[in-house]
């Protein structure tokens, strides 16, 4: 099946600094990537979309300077949480959607990315 | 507003029992739905889906039924096994493969 790794899975980090996590899609291409996140015992929330060589789409509420998205290539997105904050601690999870036509729409998620700010 | 509710966040099954996992949704906009398995500090695991096409999809012991006059959805898992005991959550979407509203989850435990 389709796969897609994270990396960090866990990252710790002061406040004040930036921090970036890679979604690669190891066995096939995504021309779509989806950014999640979630709290303690609470659901997947949606943060952005992010499309093959534009703009990142972000939901509202989504700080767009403060949650930065690449999607340079079909396999690789980046979310760069910039200046983070003790608040931004979450576990952020990508998806992406396999883009061969007539193929899988289900999205394929990563393991996550535990962030911890002091 | 929550357009996917699971309105049970923990469901105790024995084992070899049927599991039902039940989840609502508002938009009528929504025409794909899926189910997801997860452990804690896990991304989800695709289980099954389905469109609104349909009223029932099957696969081994997983089957989702769809009444979309209800705009409810349910997960039955035949028969439930300790190793299904994770949390597990609906998500819907406005066509085939675009970005995914989930609901609460709900956390089943299968007990031996």
């Known amino acids: 099946g389709a796969v897609v790794s994270q990396h960090p899975s866990w990252v710790i980090c002061k406040s004040g600094t930036s921090v970036k996590i890679e979604c690669r899609s190891l066995d096939f291409q995504a021309t779509t990537m989806f950014w999640y996140r979630q709290f303690p015992k609470q659901s997947l929330m949606l943060m952005a979309t992010s499309n093959e060589g534009s703009k990142a789409t972000y939901e509202q509420g989504v700080e767009k300077d403060k949650f930065l998205i690449n999607h340079a290539s079909l396999t690789l997105s980046t979310l760069t949480v910039t200046s983070a904050h003790p608040e931004d601690s979450s576990f952020y999870i990508c998806?992406?959607?396999?883009?061969?036509?007539?193929?899988?729409?289900?999205?394929?998620f990563g393991p996550g990315t535990r962030l911890t700010v002091l | 507003d929550q357009q996917v509710k699971q309105n049970s966040p923990s469901l105790s099954v024995q084992e070899g029992r049927i599991s039902i996992l039940n989840c609502d949704y508002t938009n009528s906009m929504f025409d794909y739905f899926l189910w997801y398995k997860k452990y804690p500090a896990e991304g989800p695991t695709f289980l099954i889906s389905?469109?609104?096409?349909?009223d029932k999809n099957e696969d081994g012991r997983f089957t989702v039924f769809l009444n979309k006059s209800a705009k409810h959805l349910s997960l039955h898992i035949v028969p439930s096994q300790p190793g299904d005991s994770a949390v597990y959550f609906c998500a819907a979407s406005v066509g085939a493969g675009n970005m995914l509203t989930f609901g609460g989850g709900t956390r089943l435990m299968v007990k031996p």
């Open positions: 389905i469109s609104s096409i349909k």
């Open positions: 998806s992406a959607r396999d883009a061969v036509t007539g193929g899988l729409y289900e999205q394929f």
